[in-house]
């Protein structure tokens, strides 16, 4: 069973950056596309940012120019940079494979990190 740790959240100022990694046990996660996750208090999780095996890479239109997904697969992990940070990124951050792939399944959810974004 793959297990995921999410690091880099915190209190940020509006305009600020933060960034964010996602270390995956096991040598699978080099072959697998991945993603990062949000969810804000009241609010269903989604998905924010998509990589491929390979690095291709797909945002939701609400971080599209802020934010960029990467991963080093030597390290088995997933990383986001977050720039030009508003309050509505507010919220708990995690990864997982790509749910727009079903065939993939989801692995076990990890804690998470929580960003918060305020003056």
């Known amino acids: 069973q793959v297990q995921l740790v999410e690091s880099g959240g915190g209190l940020v100022q509006p305009g600020g950056s933060l960034r964010l990694s996602c270390a995956a046990s096991g040598s699978i996660f080099r072959v697998v596309p991945m993603g990062w996750y949000r969810q804000a208090p009241g609010k269903q999780r989604e998905l924010v940012a998509r990589?491929?095996?390979?690095?291709?890479?797909n945002y939701a239109d609400s971080v599209k120019g802020r934010f960029t997904i990467s991963r080093d697969n030597g390290k088995n992990t997933v990383y986001l940079q977050m720039n030009s940070l508003k309050p509505e990124d507010t919220a708990h951050y995690y990864c997982?494979?790509?749910?727009?792939?079903?065939?993939?399944?989801?692995?076990?959810w990890g804690q998470g990190t929580q960003v918060t974004v305020s003056s």
């Open positions: 997982n494979t790509d749910s727009r792939i079903p065939s993939l399944g989801l692995w076990t």
């Open positions: 990589i491929s095996s390979s690095g291709t890479t």
